[in-house]
């Protein structure tokens, strides 16, 4: 697919470098995304598109109309974590904000949204020089609060598909621990559900001295911890795919005081209907029933939070971009994935516009050191997404995710 040419790059390319290393070292957590989504609108602005401000809290929407044609969104995310950045770059993070708890955290862009952000701004750019090859309408959608799988619902409940076009399609990208360059691709379920549970469990609290005095919910969080983790190993068939997984258990305040509570949260990743029901059923009967066995004073309390659907690309529509992709890059450059537990709410934007999503990853890493770690079976000690060693290298990262957009886009719009 020959319509890019490389007068671009020489022309947007240093704008949308420093716009990277800008927004990297200027993170912003899930909801509080105030200055980078003025950046996103700042980008759209001077690129001729039709801005609003605010969608759903902080996010960003875009449209730029050529004509008749197809409508095609594409959305990149904005929001950072709460990680301290270790990248040693020159310009990494050291930010500190205000978590949801009061407490101040370290900040920092450990995912690559914004890589996301300064590749959807460039493609932006590049649809609104390229008009004359195409007709339709842009959607550009920067989003907020991916992280907290709540950023994608909440610009849906703003009424982005009603005070906005409604999309034929829904485009979305991201970088991932894949050599830079590279295109990772897969048809269907792509991304793994996720739910979410906070859990909190009763004791009855005294001196460390006198367990027998007590209900200890420290020991009762353990045995929790410990027995959540057979059902995947024994209640999920072989042949489905499931994670449970505890990443906080908070209890206590000294070590001599056995405490009142004990608080876990949890996560569950799951691909079909079937299996994510038997997981959250099943995490609900061990909690209540450790706590039955410990002899809690009262029953525990479990809280699910906003969940994420499975990210599924449709077939038909992703052949057709990766197909597309592949025209553009060469083949060597397309790589089959297979599924990731790991979840987005992309996919949200699809099932609520009832339009087919598209998905795919591109690579980050530094390619000769992520080619030695996979040819050697090191994939895993490569710094990937949520790492506080995670940051893609500029280049050739930002002009493929570029490029992977527009092109992407452009052989959905009228020709």
């Known amino acids: 697919m020959a319509l890019l040419d490389d007068a671009w790059r020489t022309e947007l390319l240093p704008g949308l470098a420093s716009m990277y290393e800008d927004l990297h070292r200027h993170p912003e957590l899930s909801g509080q995304e105030h200055r980078t989504a003025a950046k996103a609108a700042q980008a759209l602005t001077e690129a001729g598109y039709e801005v609003t401000e605010g969608v759903g809290g902080t996010g960003v929407v875009g449209v730029l109309r050529n ?38 955290v370290p900040v920092a862009h450990a995912c690559g949204h914004d890589m996301h952000v300064a590749c959807l701004a460039g493609a932006a750019a590049l649809l609104a020089r390229l008009r004359e090859q195409w007709s339709g309408t842009v959607l550009a959608v920067f989003q907020p609060a991916e992280e907290l799988v709540a950023g994608a619902r909440g610009m849906i409940e703003d009424g982005l598909f009603e005070r906005f076009p409604r999309p034929d399609i829904v485009l979305g990208q991201h970088v991932g621990p894949l050599p830079a360059g590279v295109i990772g691709h897969r048809e269907g379920p792509v991304m793994a559900a996720a739910d979410f549970a906070d859990v909190e469990l009763f004791g009855r609290g005294g001196h460390g001295s006198r367990p027998e005095a007590t209900v200890d919910p420290v020991l009762l969080a353990a045995s929790v911890v410990v027995r959540l983790q057979g059902i995947v190993a024994r209640e999920v068939p072989a042949a489905e795919t499931a994670v449970v997984t505890v990443g906080r258990l908070q209890a206590g305040t000294k070590e001599n005081i056995i405490p009142d509570t004990a608080k876990l949260g949890i996560s569950v990743r799951s691909y079909t209907p079937q299996v994510r029901r038997l997981v959250i059923d099943a995490v609900e009967r061990i909690v209540n029933g450790e706590a039955a066995a410990s002899g809690s004073p009262k029953p525990p309390v ?88 995670f940051a893609p290298v500029i280049q050739p990262t930002l002009t493929t995710g570029v490029e992977a957009l527009t092109v992407a886009a452009l052989g959905r719009l009228a020709g």
């Open 302 to 389: 479990v809280t699910w939070k906003p969940a994420a659907p499975v990210l599924v690309s449709d077939v038909d529509a992703t052949r057709a971009v990766i197909a597309d992709l592949g025209a553009h890059f060469g083949q060597e450059r397309l790589l089959p994935l297979p599924p990731i537990a790991a979840s987005e709410d992309v996919g949200l934007f699809g099932e609520a516009a009832g339009v087919p999503t598209v998905f795919w990853f591109w690579g980050g890493l530094d390619a000769a050191t992520a080619v030695a770690a996979f040819q050697e079976g090191r994939q895993d000690q490569l710094p990937s997404n949520h790492s506080p060693k």
């Open 67 to 104: 004509g008749e044609g197809p409508v095609v969104m594409l959305r990149a995310d904005m929001d950072a974590l709460p990680v301290r950045e270790e990248t040693g770059l020159p310009y990494a993070s050291e930010v500190f904000a205000v978590g949801p708890d009061g407490d101040s």
